[in-house]
Structure formats: C-alpha cells, structure tokens
C-alpha cells in the first residue's frame, strides 16, 4: 500500500499531472459513468456502431461550470489524450473479461490468459494509432500501457501476491513477455499468410501452445482480423474521441473471421510504422 501511494504521488506531482487530476475530478463525465455511461449501447456490435452523448447530457451532469473546467484543462489537447488512453485501456480492459472468450473460444480463465487477452486488444488499438499523428498517436499509446500495467499489479495482489519485490520481478517478465507477443503479431500482418501466422502467434501466446487449441486459436484470430478491420476503416474522429461511446469492440463470435486477405490489406498501410 506504501508502495501504491508513492506510484500515485508520483504521477500527480507534475503541474500538467495535478491538472490532468483535477480535471478527472470536476470531469461531466464521473468515473462510474464511464465504464457504461447511460447514452452507451451496450449491445453495440461494431466499431463507431455507437451514438456521441447527447449535449444536454453531458451538460447536466456537469459538476463545474465551462469555464472552470477549461481554466484547469479538461479541455486541453494533453487532457483529451489522457481520456482517451483511459478509455482505451478500459474497453480493452472489459473486453478481455467477457465471457465469450471462456466458452467459445476457449480461452482459460486465469491470470495471465487474461492478461494476455487485455494485451491482444491493447496491441489492437495500438494498431490503429500508427495511423494517427505521432506526436499524439505516441502519447496515447504510453498512457494505454502505462494504465495496463498498473492495473496488472492490482490484479495480482487480488491473486494473493503481496510482496512489491515479487510483484516487480513478476511485472517484469510479463512486459518482456508482451514484447515478443506483439512483436509475433506485427510480424504477422507481414507475412504472405497472415491468417496462418496471426494463430500461431495467439496459440502461443493466448493459449499457451495447449494442445488441442489450435482450432480455438483459429477462431480467435478470425475475431482479431475482423476487430482489426473495423478500426482501421474508422474514421480519426471517432477512434480518437474521448467521449465514452464513439467506438468499442464487436461482441465475441467464432462465426464471425473474415477472409485471410481481408485482415492484412487493411493493416497494410499501417506496418510500415514502428511500434511506439
């Protein structure tokens, strides 16, 4: 607990932090709200598939007036982006832990599947951003890992591990582990058979070379080529909105893959970019 207050403190002591804080509290948008905010449709099934918030929502909910909150940044460009990561980890965050991904695509339910499941959708989003302004597009992707791995510690004291050195060393791996797991699926979307590729890469990684899973780890990667299909094709504007409800992730469906083609000539422009 010393060690999380220290994290916390940390983050906030910058004046760009203490505004980005402050902000967060007096935001239109409370906390709660933005896990499902009531303008969201929660049975939405594509991306951008969801309506902007009503203005006379939004302003209803408001805590503090326009003015003030522009005078402590909410509205700045920094302040958008750091909605915007917060936002993005989150959709990835609940998407990992629906449990479509337990029963039809049989992915274990445990720490580090879903871990590796919430790093899937992260690596998915990051993705996207190559098509966006670095400047931006860098910053959003920082705070989307930043806010994974912090929640990965959380996760693991639920698990029963307490101990900061243990839990660092742990962290540790699990990053260098990423590394390698996003670096196959990068490579994947290079390669000449990028359907074959993409589930070898997840049968590694999400199923952990398991035998008797690399038919579940096809259907998985019929799921990722679309989800991958749907964000490239939305428009800048609505992926990087940090209103809650612009886009999130389709509804798991084995049923769902698309042509092995479909996937890489839609994240073709894209991998020409390095990694942030």
Not at 188 to 210: C, I, M, P, Q
């Amino acid at each position: 607990n010393v060690q999380k207050d220290r994290m916390a403190l940390f983050r906030v002591a910058s004046p760009a932090g203490v505004a980005h804080r402050m902000a967060r509290v007096f935001s239109p948008h409370p906390a709660h709200a933005l896990a499902q905010p009531r303008w969201f449709s929660s049975t939405s099934t594509s991306t951008g598939a969801a309506s902007d918030p009503p203005k006379s929502e939004v302003k209803s909910t408001s805590v503090l007036p326009e003015w003030l909150l522009r005078a402590v940044g909410y509205y700045s460009q920094e302040s958008r982006d750091d909605r915007l990561a917060m936002l993005c980890f989150m959709k990835c965050h609940n998407q990992a832990r629906r449990p479509e991904f337990r029963t039809d695509f049989g992915v274990a339910d445990t720490y580090h599947a879903t871990f590796q499941l919430v790093g899937l959708h992260a690596w998915m989003c990051h993705v996207r951003l190559r098509l966006e302004d670095p400047s931006r597009a860098n910053h959003v992707a920082s705070e989307i890992f930043e806010h994974w791995w912090h929640q990965a510690m959380l996760d693991m004291k639920e698990e029963g591990v307490n101990d900061f050195l243990q839990i660092s060393s742990h962290l540790k791996e699990l990053q260098q582990g990423f590394r390698g797991s996003a670096k196959a699926y990068d490579d994947a979307l290079k390669a000449d058979d990028t359907y074959g590729d993409l589930r070898s890469a997840l049968h590694r990684n999400v199923y952990f070379g398991e035998e008797g899973k690399v038919h579940m780890a096809a259907k998985l990667s019929g799921y990722v080529e679309q989800e991958l299909v749907q964000l490239m094709t939305a428009e800048s504007h609505v992926f990087m909105s940090s209103e809650p409800g612009s886009w999130d992730f389709s509804r798991p469906s084995p049923g769902s893959s698309l042509a092995p083609e479909g996937c890489s000539s839609a994240v073709g422009s894209s991998t020409g970019r390095e990694a942030a």
